[in-house]
């Protein structure tokens, strides 16, 4: 519970600085795994730090998906408040893989599998999001499985 934990510390020293923004950010994220524990009914124990972190990857991607239909709408004040969210949540996150390790571990994956073809491309992006877990974006590992399998 080490990255709940760091996120409560944060909300605090956000507080105490005076920044709201990063306040509500954070508190947003904590509403989140909140309702997560809740769901999963683990309110007493909490969840690991690896869902916590699935956690936050999905509201990135929400932060970011949220910013793109708001440059579409031209609403770049809108846009630029998420994607600030997006960098202040992303700092929970692990260090993402760069994309030659993605690369390296599809090929692994396809050579541990001995598959071939669209047909494997679940097979392959589980082994990779395993073995990667976090620290790769999984529309990132799709792209380069599609483009190894074709």
């Not at 991607?61 to 770049?76: G, I, L, P």
């Not at 969210?85 to 692990?94: H, N």
Request: no cysteine; proline share 1%; hydrophobic share 45%.
């Amino acid at each position: 519970m080490a990255l709940k934990g760091r996120i409560d510390d944060d909300i605090k020293a956000a507080l105490l600085s005076g920044d709201r923004f990063v306040a509500d950010t954070l508190r947003g994220l904590k509403a989140v795994i909140l309702n997560e524990e809740v769901a999963k009914g683990v309110r007493d124990t909490g969840l690991d730090d690896e869902i916590i972190e699935q956690l936050i990857a999905r509201e990135v991607k929400k932060r970011h998906e949220s910013a793109q239909t708001y440059d579409d709408a031209n609403r770049t004040d809108l846009s630029e408040a998420e994607r600030a969210e997006a960098d202040i949540l992303s700092r929970y996150l692990p260090e993402q893989a760069s994309e030659a390790e993605i690369q390296a571990a599809v090929q692994d994956a396809i050579q541990a599998l001995g598959v071939s073809g669209p047909a494997a491309m679940g097979q392959v992006i589980g082994a990779v999001k395993k073995k990667l877990g976090n620290t790769a974006d999984g529309a990132t590992v799709a792209k380069f499985v599609k483009d190894a399998l074709a």
